[in-house]
């Protein structure tokens, strides 16, 4: 278990795993959750400009968690999620794309309230076959520390 | 079609629908995206502070996103996704919760690249039966314009 302390200054991390976007996958997760005519039908999704069907926003973000669950990261003394930031969809997740993730170590900060922890923002990047980056966000993770830092 | 100078100054909008979380979604959602114990493990859940199972924070977002179909909000002219902002993950969703969205309209600012286009921030909060948020965040809408703003 990697306490706050002794995170190392850098780190990148890739998942040994790979996701591609099938029709029937980016339907069945639309239909569920975002039912927009691009992410549901095929007509409507080839008057975008890539001309086929894409993936929802929720669904690129899932694939990234899922994704991030195959990073051979080390174990850090994660005990809360202190939310997401600057989550972008820098470029549409289409039918045929193999996605990976990324992970890096970002900025950490000791936290002000409970100097008994600390926050960690891991900079998580999705991206397609061609390097593209797809979907980018920094989760921000709460770690335990071994000591209170005084 | 509601463009970018005709948004309204203020508004707020309730999901027509609600969702509640059943044992067998939460653990089919985290089975694909996200298997961590205490989504899927009545066992794992019961040692944690609720006691037990709690959906994954990737679909909480996927609520939030089929909940905001079903608010009667105008119909404004969204050209593209911003992105999202400050996602909180304020206390856990768990078994038996009846969620709701809340759309309520936030910042804006002109685009100073393309004048033709604005960014309108909807702040998305997700909360439960007893009123409590459970997610929140800004939702950056990039809105086409009627004119240039010159």
Do not use: C
């Amino acid at each position: 278990m990697v306490y706050f302390e002794d995170i190392a200054q850098d780190g990148s991390w890739l998942s040994q795993e790979m996701f591609e976007l099938t029709a029937e996958d980016i339907k069945a997760f639309a239909r569920q959750w975002d039912p927009f005519p691009i992410h549901l039908d095929e007509a409507a999704a080839a008057k975008t400009p890539a001309g086929r069907l894409s993936a929802a926003g929720a669904q690129l973000l899932s694939i990234a968690i899922r994704l991030s669950h195959t990073a051979p990261m080390p174990k850090f003394a994660v005990i809360a999620a202190g939310g997401w930031d600057q989550v972008r969809f820098h470029r549409p997740g289409l039918l045929g794309d193999r996605l990976r993730v990324r992970l890096t170590l970002g900025e950490r900060r000791r936290s002000s309230k409970r100097p008994d922890r600390g926050v960690l923002g891991l900079d998580v990047e999705l991206f397609n076959q061609r390097g593209e980056t797809v979907v980018s966000f920094i989760n921000q993770l709460v770690v335990q520390a071994r000591s209170d830092g005084a």
